[in-house]
């Protein structure tokens, strides 16, 4: 995520530019935008200008792709209130949630709505900036281990970084619960000093490989080092339970690499999840404009920060200013200006027939949902489903309904239940 400043500015420089939207899309081949309410299926959700506005897409459908023609009419019901700042959730196999607060506490949420207390023996964690305790996963034997990973921002003695660790849940008989075990297992390396771009997501993939989003720290001199192998800043990684990484990972056998990395050139991977077929996808923050789907394979490179959509805060271009280089990936999709992407997940029940195979993601800046409708490896149309409040993270429940996760600037969450009306 941005400095809360930097993205008001940035809104509203996106903002002023509104009135002029539609005949620039026409100028450059973008389908046509329309005014922000009761837009017609066939327009792009996005009706904003771009903050790049000399940048083309490097092919049809790669941005502003059309609404869906058939879109459900959403309800919304809060099912959870007044809990502290959350960053993460997941629901447990008994049905009720499992939340992370970004100060450093976990609590298992009742089918009431009504939080336990704090769950003990949470290590600290350094929650300031966009720092805190991030994300959690439930081990795929969870059932029978009750073992969990979570991510956070840790204090180190030449600086802080993300680390994940796993412990044993044990839930108490009041609602509560205790950790026990807790090992950190992995610590993103080098350390730095600073409190931005920390990531994360964690994803357990088809084989119980852990998949690992982390940031680049942000400023100057760490941002480079998301092309750097021999750095942690800017990668994505793929490890076992112990932290190790996998024998048959990208640069295991390659001099000076770190042999946890599965793919590079990222920014601030801050979403992140599984497709229907155990493949693993993310979505990361951009700059001003540029956040990007992608789906990471095995040794790639991602092109930050020499190659990426978007500009600078500042409204200067990062680096050359270029947005494809043959050595660099092109994502799959890109948002300028952005939704600033907070979680994902992969909709495969049957309760929202529209929305089966679609990806789900939370957008912070954007206040809702974005659906993207995906043909193939390509996302063919984009849904928005407006919840007028920063959205931290989304899940799929097992009833089918989507759970969205907001934040507040005062320091609250809730948490909304969306069902087709
Ligand atoms: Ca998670
Ligand atoms: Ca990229």
Redesign the pocket.
């Given at each position: 995520m941005k400095s809360p400043t930097l993205l008001l500015t940035a809104s509203l420089a996106a903002a002023s530019f509104l009135s002029t939207g539609s005949a620039f899309a026409q100028m450059q081949g973008l389908p046509p935008a329309t005014g922000a309410e009761g837009v017609a299926p066939g327009k792009a959700a996005e009706t904003q200008m771009p903050n790049a506005r000399d940048q083309k897409p490097a092919f049809a459908g790669q941005t502003r792709a059309p609404q869906p023609s058939s879109m459900p009419q959403i309800a919304k019901q809060v099912v959870a209130e007044n809990l502290p700042h959350l960053w993460?959730?997941?629901f447990l196999p008994d049905g009720r949630m499992l939340v992370t607060a970004k100060k450093g506490a976990m609590h298992i949420i009742a089918k009431d709505g009504k939080p336990g207390a704090a769950i003990e023996g949470v290590p600290d964690v350094l929650s300031g900036g966009q720092g805190g305790l991030l994300?959690?996963?439930l081990a795929p034997d969870y059932q029978q281990s009750g073992m969990i990973f979570f991510s956070f921002s840790e204090q180190r003695e030449d600086g802080n970084g993300t680390s994940v660790a796993s412990a044993e849940l044990v839930p108490g008989d009041d609602g509560g619960g205790k950790l026990e075990d807790v090992k950190v297992i992995f610590r993103q390396m080098p350390s730095y000093d600073g409190n931005k771009h920390f990531g994360s997501?964690?994803?357990f993939g088809p084989n119980h490989e852990l998949y690992v989003t982390v940031g680049e720290r942000s400023d100057p001199e760490p941002r480079v080092q998301a092309q750097d192998l021999k750095s942690g800043l800017g990668k994505t990684f793929r490890i076992d339970r112990d932290g190790k990484p996998l024998p048959d990972n990208p640069f295991v056998s390659r001099d000076g690499a770190r042999p946890e990395i599965w793919s590079y050139g990222h920014r601030n991977l801050q979403a992140a999840a599984l497709d229907g077929q155990g493949r693993f996808w993310t979505i990361e923050h951009g700059p001003r404009g540029g956040d990007e789907l992608n789906r990471p394979e095995a040794g790639k490179n991602y092109g930050w920060p020499e190659v990426t959509y978007g500009i600078d805060y500042s409204g200067q271009p990062i680096g050359k200013g270029i947005t494809a280089m043959k050595e660099t990936e092109q994502p799959v999709y890109f948002w300028d200006p952005v939704i600033a992407p907070s979680?994902m997940a992969f909709y495969d029940a049957d309760a929202i027939p529209e929305w089966k195979g679609s990806f789900l993601v939370g957008g912070l800046v954007s206040q809702g949902i974005v659906v993207l409708h995906m043909d193939g490896d390509r996302v063919a149309h984009e849904e928005r489903i407006p919840l007028e409040a920063r959205i931290r993270?989304v899940k799929v429940g097992p009833d089918g309904a989507v759970y969205a996760v907001t934040e507040s600037r005062g320091g609250s969450s809730t948490i909304i239940r969306l069902t087709k009306a």
């Open positions: 993460a959730m997941e994300d959690v996963a997501r964690l994803v979680g993270d």
